[in-house]
């Protein structure tokens, strides 16, 4: 292998399709609001929920209210397209399914899709539009709120047990799944995972908000045994260890106990990742915990901090789909993270810079 051109390198690498994804395609609406608009809804600064009949009229109002940007999103879907940024050659080395309506915003997250080289397979249905996730921001603060609509009407039996479709997912060597579609398809999840875990290929999971650690605990904890990176921030960390009768709020010795809970394929040991926003990152790995600082940036730049977890994770899983040691992936990870926050949205430069 010749190793002063990084393309050769990669490119004998990573063949197309050797990163997978699945989850809740959402187009994003996103908005700067004041905190009038959080109170009339009920939210948090810093929070992600799933709509409810009291939120009907939000997106209405926002999009008539404030100038809003519409980014194609969704937790998994973002990660991916950022992994896929990060790599560059080969094209649609990233595969995302998931679930949208007949519809424009459905025709709008496809274009998006091939706009970054993911190669996106969505499940088109008539019955739910394509599900929308409204970021309003406030300051450095995001609230979002996510109408899943057809993102919640992923069918196993539909698309991910086609041949041509799971041919797909045999194609890949990591898989990436954000906790987020445990509201949505435990079977389809639990499908590839056990796919992964037999074929001792890795299997990548996001705690992702603090009610899926708490409401959905026992699909999570059915899932568990497969993951073989486990990604999460403080505050889900810290759901997630009241859950489990933990006993502790420390960021550290959460890592470690839950890289601990029992695991299906004995090869490889669980590997558990937990960002904690400007405060170093905390790794737990079977015999130690490492910690790494996370790159400095001046406030002043922060434009949005909607993403910077998905752009972390697609950072993180850009290295690790080429095999680079976890320590390259986390400065990958901080790296994705970086760019992210200074720019609107989930969205990126041309090309990245890293080294």
Sequence with gaps: MDFHSSSTVKSTLLNANSLFGMGNPLLDICAVVDK???????LKPNDQILAEAKHKELFEELVKKFKVEYHAGGATQNSIKIAQWMIQEPHKVGTFFGCIGKDKFGEILKEKAEEVHVDAHYYEQDEEPTGTCAACIT???????ANLAAANCYKKDKHLDLEEN?????KAKVYYIAGFFLTVSLESI???AKHASENNKLFCMNLSAPFICQFFKDNLMQVMPYV???FGNETEATAFAKEQDFDTKDIKE?????QALPKDNKKRQRVVVITQGKDETVMAL??????FPVVKTDPKYIVDTNGAGDAFVGGFLSELVQEKPLDQCVKAAHYAANVIIQRAGCSFPEKPDFK
Excluded: H
Excluded at 139 to 145: A, P, Y
Excluded at 286 to 291: F, G, H, L, P, Q
């Design 36 to 42: 009038d608009f959080l109170d009339k809804y009920s």
């Design 139 to 145: 300051g450095d603060n995001r609230s979002l709120v």
């Design 166 to 170: 799971w041919k797909l997912v045999e």
């Design 190 to 192: 639990l499908k590839v």
């Design 228 to 230: 073989d990176v486990l």
């Design 254 to 258: 959460i890592a470690r106990k839950a």
């Design 286 to 291: 079977s015999d130690k915990i490492e910690t």
